[in-house]
């Protein structure tokens, strides 16, 4: 089946820096990926749907400039949390779609990626 | 805009009592629904969906879930569970024309003792 990959598992951080997270759809092309994030006990949360060859688009609330989406193929697409601080601690979520086919299909996830800050 | 609710948040069972996990959503409109598993450390599956047509929808593991349109419902539900059913249950929901980003409950933990 359909499978999507997310790495790395878990990053251990200073706050400051800028971590990325990589969402790969390992035997389909997704034009769109999503991005979720879970707080700890809560559930998930969208924040930004990534779109390849365009601009995401984000979620209320969700700075852009603090989560940079890059979805440059058809395979791939890219979180990075710039300048991270505690607070951005979380558990970061990627999906995709595979391909409608004239059907809805349902989203495949990713391991998800726990981000520590220290 | 839509949301999803699961009244319970923690569930602990024994094995072979039977599981009824509660998920109300609200959107007056066209739905898709969904309930995803999430066993520990593991990443989230598909349990099963419902796009259109019998109500009842049948998953893998033996689950099933009951769309009631009028209640706004999906719970989900299984006979017997067993001590690997031990997981994390979200409900989920895809509504309106053309957006295919999720709206998720905040879970349900099921326990399920030997």
């Known amino acids: 089946g359909a499978v999507v990959s997310q790495h790395p598992s878990w990053v251990i951080c200073k706050s400051g820096t800028s971590v990325k997270i990589e969402c790969r759809s390992l035997?389909?092309?997704?034009?769109?990926m999503f991005w979720y994030r879970q707080f700890p006990k809560q559930s998930l949360m969208l924040m930004a749907t990534?779109?390849?060859?365009?601009?995401?688009?984000?979620e209320q609330g969700v700075e852009k400039d603090k989560f940079l989406i890059n979805h440059a193929s058809l395979t791939l697409s890219t979180l990075t949390v710039t300048s991270a601080h505690p607070e951005d601690s979380s558990f970061y979520i990627c999906?995709?779609?595979?391909?409608?086919?004239?059907?809805?299909?349902?989203?495949?996830f990713g391991d998800g990626t726990r981000l520590s800050i220290l | 805009a839509q949301s999803v609710s699961q009244h319970n948040h923690h569930v602990i069972l024994s094995e072979a009592a039977s599981l009824e996990l509660g998920c109300n959503y609200s959107?007056?409109?066209?739905?898709?629904l969904f309930w995803y598993v999430q066993y520990p450390g593991q990443h989230l599956q598909l349990l099963l969906k419902y796009f259109s047509g019998d109500p009842l929808v049948k998953g893998i593991k033996g689950f099933e879930a009951e769309f009631i349109k009028s209640k706004f419902s999906f719970n989900l539900r299984k006979p017997s569970v067993q001590w690997s059913d031990t997981a994390e249950y979200f409900c989920?929901?895809?509504?309106?024309?053309?957006?295919?980003?999720?709206?998720f409950g905040s879970g349900t933990r099921l326990q399920v003792q030997p």
């Open positions: 959107y007056g409109g066209t739905v898709n």
């Open positions: 989920a929901v895809n509504a309106g024309m053309g957006r295919r980003a999720l709206t």
């Open positions: 999906s995709a779609r595979e391909p409608a086919g004239g059907k809805n299909q349902p989203q495949h």
């Open positions: 035997d389909f092309q997704a034009t769109t």
């Open positions: 990534s779109n390849e060859g365009s601009k995401a688009t984000y």
